[in-house]
């Protein structure tokens, strides 16, 4: 299985749910990859407290090696990373990434990602792909490695907007990259329950038929707690409800 998570707009929890669901999914004793493609690295922060210089240069080295021309180039393979958590491994990211992106656009590799995960599937039972808050290469070329796609959402206006046009731009990129791409659902995060305006927001997404999962994630200081730890949820505070509510989410998503 391999699952993206995506949303062009930035702030709405994208990589702290990639990082969370992957971390309950080892946690459940899946052999769980995370592959963070976000030059900004948060993912990679986050499951490792690494920053900077000191960060290894993970998927970046890749994508530097299918640059590389000659017999001996190292195209198919990945440094990757063992977290401290049990059956959690990742790929990591470094800003490195925004450097190589126009000359992997020039170069036309935008299907190396999913010749990698190809490589990677025996390995891993579950893998999980954090994406750039925009619609570039990497996100691109994440989706068409991909099986399903999760988009986070907070209900205020502009993510609504930004809603719409996610939907039509992977509905085209499935139709013209990777028919076999599923949208899985719409991740509602950050949620405040007793707020009028997030609950007027939800029903309407419904009433339209859009596919809301029916886990909201709360909004919480928890979370930010645990990216300070630099541990996901499932480490940090196991009985909290926000946790509960990510276990509760991935049991969906597996079909339990």
């Not at 702290?16 to 948060?42: F, H, K, P």
């Not at 990373?81 to 190589?100: I, K, M, P, Q």
């Not at 126009?102 to 190809?118: G, S, T, Y």
């Amino acid at each position: 299985m391999r699952r993206v998570v995506f949303n062009q707009k930035g702030g709405v929890g994208k990589s702290s749910i990639a990082c969370n669901l992957a971390a309950v999914s080892a946690n459940a004793g899946y052999r769980t990859l995370l592959i963070d493609l976000d030059a900004q690295a948060n993912a990679t922060q986050y499951l490792t407290g690494l920053a900077g210089e000191e960060v290894p240069p993970g998927i970046a080295t890749f994508f530097r090696n299918t640059l590389a021309s000659g017999p001996f180039a190292k195209k198919n393979e990945v440094d990757i990373y063992e977290t401290e958590f049990d059956n959690l491994h990742l790929v990591t990211a470094t800003a490195e990434l925004a450097d190589l992106q126009p000359k992997l656009e020039a170069k036309f590799k935008i299907n190396k990602l999913r010749k990698l995960l190809d490589s990677l599937e025996d390995e891993y039972e579950r893998i999980y792909v954090d994406t750039p808050p925009a619609l570039n290469f990497y996100a691109v070329s994440a989706m068409i490695a991909a099986d399903r796609v999760l988009i986070p959402f907070d209900c205020d206006s502009f993510s609504r907007q930004a809603l719409y046009t996610v939907l039509k731009e992977i509905s085209d990129l499935r139709d013209e990259h990777n028919e076999d791409l599923s949208i899985e659902g719409i991740v509602v995060n950050q949620f405040q329950p007793r707020a009028a305006l997030p609950q007027k927001m939800l029903e309407e997404l419904l009433a339209e038929g859009l596919p809301v999962l029916p886990v909201y994630l709360n909004s919480s200081v928890r979370m930010r707690e645990s990216h300070e730890a630099n541990k996901p949820l499932i480490h940090f505070d196991s009985r909290h409800k926000l946790t509960q509510q990510f276990v509760e989410l991935h049991d969906l998503l597996e079909g339990h």
